[in-house]
């Protein structure tokens, strides 16, 4: 069973820097993209950034500038670095992981974290 578990969010003061993590675990043979959504209360669940296993990434227009991800393949774990945190960068933020297999040949699954809280204080 493959598990995405983030860590990292928390409470920030707006200007401040917060570093999420998130590990897949389980047994897995290879992953495709990993990345970042977030989800404010009352809104849709929203892309934040995404990077392939080769390192390419795409960024939302909001966080571009302030937000870097990035990825360690070798321990299937991705990293959001957030600086300049704003108040309207409140919200949950999941990490995903897309085209997951565990054996070479064996169909693919997309996987979500449990979500992990940020809160950016004015």
Known sequence: QVQLVESGGG??????????????????????AMGWYRQAPGKQREL???ITSGGSTNYADSVKGRFTISRDNAKNTVYLQMN????????????????????VYTP?????????????SS
């Open 11 to 32: 409470l920030v003061q707006a200007g401040g820097s917060l570093r999420l993590s998130c590990a897949a675990s389980g047994s897995i043979f290879s992953i495709g």
């Open 48 to 50: 934040v950034t995404t």
């Open 84 to 103: 300049s945190l704003k108040p309207e960068d409140t919200a949950v933020y999941y990490c995903n992981a897309k085209d997951v297999r565990v054996r």
């Open 108 to 120: 693919k699954y997309d996987y979500w974290g449990q979500g992990t809280q940020v809160t950016v």
